[in-house]
């Protein structure tokens, strides 16, 4: 939790060099001193539920509306992702393994593709971006998921 709420990477943060500091010696035994010559850890990204947010942004939050639905000529479908803004983020800490499928949700969601890719077969539903989500999003809900 000492890296959260931290928005710039300019600074180390003294946990986890801490943590590698002392890790990496008891790992690695050898007969010379290990030492630890560098490190980055990047900016966490942490959520209000820990869970990565991926979808469009209501525009409850941006006070934005977006563009009126169109008719797509690819589908034929009225359409309404025109003029929208989207989120793939707050990974928490986990973006190695979440940002890959996230972002190509993300992609098929812009192009109107996600029935057609079958998104919903592969991307948790807890982690679309929705208003009852965004209401209940409270980082000092956080204690309780510790």
Known sequence: MGEFGIASDADQGIFISAYLRGLLPTLFTTQKETELRSSWTGIMGWS???IP???AVPS???SRSPDPAVKSERTEKWESVSG???ISAGYSGEGM???WLCGKAIAFMVLGLEEEEKVANWLPEEYRVTEK???EADVRKLKELY
């Open 60 to 62: 409850s939050l941006t």
């Open 53 to 55: 947010w991926v979808g």
């Open 133 to 135: 989500r965004v209401k």
């Open 84 to 86: 929208r803004e989207w």
């Open 97 to 99: 393994t979440h940002a």
């Open 48 to 50: 209000a539920d820990l």
